[in-house]
């Protein structure tokens, strides 16, 4: 095969077309990112220039092994089946660059390294070595065919063999640390992007003018990016908490100084994330990072965030990236209402997974599966980390097993100077222990821009149930009628509660507004209901536009009149909006400290009389902002249940209906207090056991680690657990529901999916064919199907793996025609 006929993809483009154009990108990434590399290495005690070598060398030679003969022919193909080529890339580097980082990086470029790596790869036999070794003279590097391809592969499992060794791996400062594994991710990554970049640009024959132009869109510098939020927090007066963070940062002085983490107390609304914004300003200023990675608990509370961003913040959407188990669905809705992206869905799910973006918002969950083999990139995402800020938010929503998950996260990133913030408003002292001597400790002071304590709410302790026998209690709906004209939020623990005292609230008071919302919507709808209350929110400080009240009546609601909001904790930290009155079922103190920060949101008094804010001023008589808590009996579903073995969820209960019934006037500093007061006992953060939920795992996957079993978005937990399950679901299909102005069968819904062309192609779903059913699925608890199904399954025969509940639904309601209490949220 003569020289010139050697191509590195099917369309034509030769090896060293492509080798050149992933050089410019790779030059490109670097130069805009010099004294970002610089820092890290200083900070690290790793040489940069070594480093930068490295990434040249691994870019210049990962294509090399398509320069096999059967590649090559495999490659001129229309339905090609092409020979593996990375690893035949790595007998090539081997000879000019003998750090084992860059060659791991070589021949993993288009897959993980596991236990199970070169085990069946074929041996290679003929190359076009003309061309290679010209194109390699031409670059500075010499390459030999005459080393034996069984030496070179036995030299690769012996190094995999002897560096699964305990002996040569640990933690910190050994052979195979934590050091290298960084070392490894950031060539990878810089090797992956130059590599996917350069693809893209030559499959849509982007001329190389226009280049340069490109890369600054899609991969904006350090000072682009500072540039962009220099004035993030537009003309927002500071709070206390800013202005304390803006102080520390004044008086930093070096990149270690600017690295240090920070821990971040404050109630809700007092600014947190605009706290992390102008940390992370001054440390792309300092050339510390070059992104930032913004976690949460939910899939609701990051898909808000975006919008958050973009809209509060003025950071343009393309440099968002967002990514959970179900983006691909969130993905095709953006795209849908917004401006079409340089990228397919599909691409942007990708560059997303990986942390590409400038601004990158992600469940906590895929944040630490990129600690570990968690996803087939995940080392690609774990390079994009090390030069980020981490922000970790709401730490109080997590059980103590995922804190203690998050303790090892902190712990790796505090090894690698790796700057992060983690934030709560509510944090016990016990916690705290974790996250103390080391960081930069910010607490509110409670006090408002005048110096007023902030106290803007009541707790009223009531000693009976907000359900008596079936039926809404007598107590319960006294204070309803006494709250009449005023907008009230209700707050229960479970979804069946949350569905009962709705159904039974819109009986009595049907001219009532009442919202419900809960765990159990359609994810079509889920959005609707929060923007209803969005919008209800926005209503009490600012003048609404056309577009907001027509969203409202479309659904059957009218902003400008009082209403009733009936959910589940996932209000704790999804909803922005601002109660007259709030009634609550017991919880946990920090779940109802969270429930308490939506009701009179980011005030200072918990009266009219002394507030003078747009809320208050629509009260013409004397109005007490009242967090009335309703005692739930022997047991608090879902938190403390009969199964509860060591009362350590009953004494924590117990402590809280102390404290609130002790502490009736809510200040911050008092709430500290009282979360001391509640989780005092030892027993209760000390049953994580460190070793065997993350640090095995993570020390066994610092190379060649285990293969993830099952994706992110196929509900799996993967290499690791990163949450405590304790009530595992199913995704249904309610029997019956509405679709495109009608009622359907599910049946026939999934009938008319898979016959639609714009849906499906020759039986199989495309992505907006996945998006179609899933976004009319609800998860619901396994024992909770197997009961209305009448314990059997239930599914189109055709189509066995949708599931289907024998219900029906309705976006008022959710799923109706469930009688079972079982005790889900």
């Not at 050697?6 to 060293?16: E, H, R, V, W």
């Not at 236990?115 to 031409?138: G, Q, R």
Request: glycine share 4%.
């Amino acid at each position: 095969m003569s020289s010139y006929k050697t191509i590195a993809k099917s369309n034509g483009t030769s090896l060293k077309k492509h080798t050149e154009d992933a050089l410019i990108i790779s030059n490109y990434l670097i130069s805009s990112n010099k004294e970002i590399l610089q820092n890290w290495g200083e900070l690290n005690g790793i040489e940069i220039r070594p480093l930068l070598k490295e990434i040249h060398t691994a870019i210049f030679f990962h294509d090399f092994g398509k320069g096999a003969v059967k590649w090559q022919k495999e490659a001129y193909k229309e339905e090609p089946h092409l020979p593996p080529h990375a690893s035949y890339s790595g007998y090539f580097l081997l000879q000019n660059e003998t750090d084992f980082c860059s060659h791991l990086a070589c021949i993993s470029h288009h897959s993980l390294l596991t236990e199970s790596s070169f085990n069946n790869v074929p041996y290679p036999k003929d190359f076009n070595k003309e061309y290679l070794t010209k194109f390699a003279i031409e670059n500075d590097y010499k390459i030999s065919f005459d080393i034996p391809w069984e030496n070179y592969f036995g030299s690769l499992k012996n190094f995999k063999k002897k560096s699964q060794s305990l002996d040569v791996r640990n933690k910190w400062n050994n052979q195979i640390d934590t050091y290298f594994k960084a070392k490894y991710s950031l060539i990878l990554s810089y090797l992956t992007t130059s590599d996917g970049i350069a693809s893209k640009i030559e499959e849509e024959n982007i001329p190389n003018t226009d280049l340069n132009s490109i890369l600054i869109k899609w991969f904006p510098s350090p000072v682009d990016i500072y540039r962009r939020i220099i004035e993030v927090e537009g003309d927002k007066e500071l709070t206390d908490i800013q202005n304390r963070v803006l102080n520390v940062l004044s008086q930093s002085s070096t990149i270690f100084d600017y690295s240090k983490p920070f821990r971040i107390e404050a109630p809700c609304g007092e600014g947190k994330t605009l706290a992390a914004l102008l940390v992370a300003k001054e440390l792309l200023n300092q050339n510390i990072i070059n992104k930032v990675i913004f976690t949460l608990p939910t899939q609701v509370t990051s898909n808000n965030m975006v919008q958050e961003f973009e809209d509060e913040y003025g950071i343009p959407r393309d440099w968002i990236g967002i990514y959970h188990s179900e983006v691909m669905s969130f993905l095709i809705e953006n795209t849908e209402e917004e401006q079409e992206s340089d990228f397919s869905i599909s691409s942007q799910k990708f560059w997303n997974l990986i942390y590409s973006k400038p601004f990158n918002i992600s469940t906590i969950d895929h944040l630490l599966l990129s600690l570990v083999n968690g996803f087939k990139y995940a080392p690609r995402a774990f390079g994009n980390i090390l030069n980020s800020l981490i922000i970790i938010d709401e730490l109080h929503y997590y059980d103590q097993h995922t804190i203690g998950m998050v303790g090892c996260l902190c712990e790796i990133l505090r090894r690698l100077k790796i700057p992060h913030i983690i934030m709560s408003a509510t944090i016990p002292a016990q916690i705290k222990e974790k996250f103390d001597n080391e960081y930069q400790k910010i607490q509110s002071s409670g006090r408002d821009n005048k110096g007023n304590e902030k106290n803007p709410f009541i707790f009223e302790y009531h000693n009976s149930e907000i359900v008596d026998n079936e039926t809404v209690s007598d107590e319960f709906l006294k204070l309803l009628m006494e709250y009449d004209g005023q907008n009230v939020g209700i707050i229960v623990n479970t979804v069946p509660q949350s569905k009962m005292i709705f159904n039974e609230l819109k009986q009595r008071f049907p001219e009532r507004q009442i919202l419900l919302y809960n765990s159990q919507f359609m994810r079509k709808d889920r959005p609707k209901k929060e923007k209803i209350l969005r919008i209800f929110g926005k209503s009490l400080f600012e003048e609404l536009n056309q577009e907001e009240i027509e969203f409202c009546k479309e659904h059957g609601f009218d902003p400008d009149l009082p209403f009733v909001f009936v959910g589940t904790q996932v209000a704790e930290i999804s909803l922005n909006n601002s109660f007259d009155v709030l009634i609550s079922e017991l919880a946990p103190l920090d779940a109802l400290i969270q429930r308490g920060g939506r009701l009179h949101r980011k005030m200072s008094f918990n009266n009219n009389e002394e507030c003078n804010c747009h809320q208050c001023k629509r009260f013409n008589n004397k109005h007490t902002y009242k967090f009335h808590i309703f005692d739930t009996g022997e047991f608090c579903f879902p938190y403390y249940t009969p199964k509860d073995k060591d009362g350590i969820m009953n004494e924590i209960i117990e402590n809280t209906r102390k404290q609130i019934t002790e502490n009736t006037l809510f200040t911050f500093k008092t709430g500290i207090k009282m979360m001391d007061n509640v989780y005092k006992n030892e027993k209760m953060f000390s049953e994580f056991n460190a070793d065997i939920s993350f640090w095995d795992a993570y020390v066994e996957d610092l190379i060649f680690g285990k293969s993830p079993k099952k994706s992110e978005e196929e509900g799996g937990q993967l290499r690791i657990q990163t949450r405590n399950i304790k009530m595992n679901s199913f995704a249904v299909l309610p029997q019956q529901f509405e679709y495109e102005n009608d009622y359907i069968q599910a049946e026939d819904f999934i009938r008319k999916i898979y016959g639609d062309s714009r849906f499906s192609k020759r039986g199989k779903l495309n992505f907006e064919g996945i998006n179609e059913i899933t976004k009319h699925m609800i998860k619901i608890p396994i024992k909770q199907y197997y009961k209305i199904n009448s314990n059997k399954d239930r599914y189109f025969e055709a189509y066995k793996i949708i599931k289907i509940a024998c219900a029906e639904y309705d976006f008022e309601k959710g799923l109706v025609n469930l009688d079972d209490q079982e005790n889900v949220y």
